[in-house]
């Protein structure tokens, strides 16, 4: 299955890149996928992420489909 | 009525586009960019947008804030991009009939909009550069 990731603000400038598509196998979650992201980036601490699965919200894990969009934030500070 | 841009706006123009003389009270806030946090100055700002889901989030928002506050008219504005000292963030424009539920109106969507909006603040400081909540 093929995911859409989009990187926001710190993870943004932290990988170099606006959005990427990432091959998985069928059935994989999404803390699978985050942690082939966290490897491949070198990011340090997962604590801070911010997840997000179709534009909503994500804690805890999810499984993925095919054509799912996942974001990689920080907390937001808009206003 | 919602817009995440990078564009400034005109309040003026912006409280035409909802006119609606049902409603004796209208209530803005303007949020804009301060020269100081914590003591030391604030050289510029950088704001970085989720669009597609803040525009999503800000209309379910608008939708619950409508429900609860009986509010008529409404438009939430947000900016992004680099915006400099004293320069406009965010504009919510609230109409009802009732001024009490207009203020209220008002705070609420500006507190959900703070919490839920995939909106992101990157401070140019004059001794650092930090994103909000970043590692």
């Known amino acids: 299955m093929k995911i859409t990731v989009k990187y926001f603000a710190f993870f943004k400038e ?26 491949k980036y070198n990011l340090q601490d997962k604590e801070n992420i911010i997840l997000s699965l179709n534009q909503e919200y994500v804690k805890g894990d999810v499984p993925l489909h095919d054509g799912d969009e996942v974001a990689l934030m920080v907390p937001s500070s808009g206003g | ?52 889901m803040a525009e999503k989030k800000l209309h379910e928002i608008e939708i619950d804030a409508k429900k609860k506050y009986s509010i008529v008219e409404s438009s939430i504005i ?35 909009l703070k919490e839920e909006a995939p909106l992101f603040k990157k401070e140019y400081m004059e001794d650092k550069v930090f994103w909000h909540g970043g590692i």
């Open chain 2, 78 to 112: 947000h900016r992004y991009g680099e915006l400099c000292v004293g320069d406009s963030i965010v504009l919510i424009i609230v109409k009802s009939i009732d001024r009490t539920k207009s203020f209220e109106a008002a705070k609420y969507i500006l507190e959900r």
């Open chain 1, 14 to 39: 932290k990988t170099g890149v606006n959005q990427e598509y990432i091959e998985m196998c069928n059935g994989k979650t999404i803390t699978e996928l985050l942690k082939i992201i966290i490897e």
């Open chain 2, 1 to 52: 009525m919602i817009k995440i841009q990078k564009e400034n706006f005109s309040i003026d123009e912006e409280l035409k586009k909802i006119k609606n003389d049902k409603c004796g009270a209208s209530v803005i806030f303007l949020g804009t960019v301060k020269s100081e946090m914590n003591g030391k100055k604030v050289m510029k700002l950088e704001l970085d947008a989720y669009v597609e």
